[in-house]
């Protein structure tokens, strides 16, 4: 791995194992000894190296593999096959509101969460609580009130902004800013391109290929759990777009 190499996946599958058979009882499992259970490959034999300071578009239909393989790359699932090497730190943003504690209050959950980062300084820890409650435009009322009162907009907002004062090198977006309203969806873009700008890899789940386009150098497109295409995110986006 050379040591511009930040992220590298070789030779990785993943296989789930799933219930195609619909209506199964647990009769069925102990008496007729039928297993309803199937192994499903769900990513086959992927490789993909990311560089330093390189974003990363993943592109692809529903259900193609792009959170599996985002998941995998993060850690969360382990491969069935192959390995993955990852040089450096990651705040992965997977799924919408991951990683907070419904039953706390949104300033709760910020000072959690920034305990976990390891902001521990109390001058410190102000200043990034301001700046997370500036950035998510959410009302001091608002963070006092438990995250289980919160509309799916207000979780992503919280989620998202907190997710970002976490100074990692690697950014993991799958889809989140999908339920954000436009103007919120139009910050979060701003803010993930200047961070792209500050030198940071981030890895980019989008149906939207305008913004693939706009923060991520490179892309590749998966289809049935196959990288079919890799190369610049403009040609790949187009790729996309002919799928359809
Ligand atoms: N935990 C799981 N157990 C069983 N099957 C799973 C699991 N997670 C995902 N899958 C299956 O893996 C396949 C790929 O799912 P994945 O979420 O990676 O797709 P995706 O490309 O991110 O889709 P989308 O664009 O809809 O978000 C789907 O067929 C899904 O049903």
Same mark, same amino acid.
């Given at each position: 791995?050379?040591?511009?190499?930040?992220?590298?996946?070789?030779?990785?599958?993943?296989?789930?194992?799933?219930?195609?058979?619909?209506?199964?009882?647990?009769?069925?499992?102990?008496?007729?000894?039928?297993?309803?259970?199937?192994?499903?490959?769900?990513?086959?034999?992927?490789?993909?190296?990311?560089?330093? &300071?390189?974003?990363?578009?993943?592109?692809?239909?529903?259900?193609?593999?792009?959170?599996? =393989?985002?998941?995998?790359?993060?850690?969360?699932?382990?491969? $069935?096959?192959?390995?993955?090497?990852?040089?450096?730190?990651?705040?992965?943003?997977?799924?919408?509101?991951? &990683?907070?504690?419904?039953?706390?209050?949104?300033?709760?959950?910020?000072?959690?969460? =920034?305990?976990?980062?390891?902001?521990?300084? %109390?001058?410190?820890?102000?200043? %990034?609580?301001?700046?997370?409650?500036?950035?998510? $435009?959410?009302?001091?009322?608002?963070?006092?009130?438990?995250?289980?009162?919160?509309?799916?907009?207000?979780?992503?907002?919280?989620?998202?902004?907190?997710?970002? %004062?976490? +100074?990692?090198?690697?950014?993991?977006?799958?889809?989140?800013?999908?339920?954000?309203?436009?103007?919120?969806?139009?910050?979060?873009?701003?803010?993930?391109?200047?961070?792209?700008?500050?030198?940071?890899?981030?890895?980019?789940?989008?149906?939207?290929?305008? +913004?693939?386009?706009?923060?991520?150098?490179? %892309?590749?497109?998966? $289809?049935?759990?196959?990288?079919?295409?890799?190369?610049?995110?403009?040609?790949?986006? +187009?790729?996309?777009?002919?799928?359809?």
């Amino acid at each position: 791995m050379s040591k511009d190499t930040i992220i590298k996946v070789e030779d990785v599958s993943v296989s789930f194992w799933q219930n195609n058979v619909g209506v199964y009882s647990l009769k069925d499992l102990i008496v007729k000894r039928k297993n309803p259970f199937k192994n499903k490959r769900i990513l086959n034999d992927i490789n993909v190296e990311i560089f330093r &300071g390189q974003s990363m578009g993943i592109v692809g239909r529903n259900g193609s593999g792009k959170s599996t =393989l985002l998941r995998t790359i993060a850690g969360i699932i382990k491969p $069935e096959t192959g390995t993955i090497t990852v040089n450096g730190t990651f705040a992965p943003i997977l799924a919408i509101g991951a &990683g907070l504690e419904l039953e706390l209050t949104g300033y709760e959950n910020i000072s959690m969460l =920034l305990a976990l980062y390891g902001t521990s300084n %109390a001058a410190t820890k102000q200043e %990034a609580i301001d700046k997370i409650s500036e950035f998510s $435009e959410l009302k001091s009322e608002v963070l006092r009130m438990p995250v289980k009162q919160y509309s799916s907009g207000m979780v992503a907002r919280l989620a998202f902004s907190i997710s970002l %004062a976490n +100074d990692s090198d690697i950014l993991i977006i799958d889809e989140v800013l999908a339920v954000g309203d436009q103007g919120f969806q139009a910050k979060c873009m701003e803010k993930i391109y200047e961070i792209k700008h500050k030198g940071k890899t981030i890895l980019f789940v989008s149906h939207f290929p305008d +913004d693939v386009m706009k923060i991520c150098d490179t %892309a590749i497109l998966l $289809e049935n759990g196959y990288v079919t295409h890799a190369g610049p995110s403009r040609d790949i986006c +187009d790729n996309y777009k002919q799928l359809f």
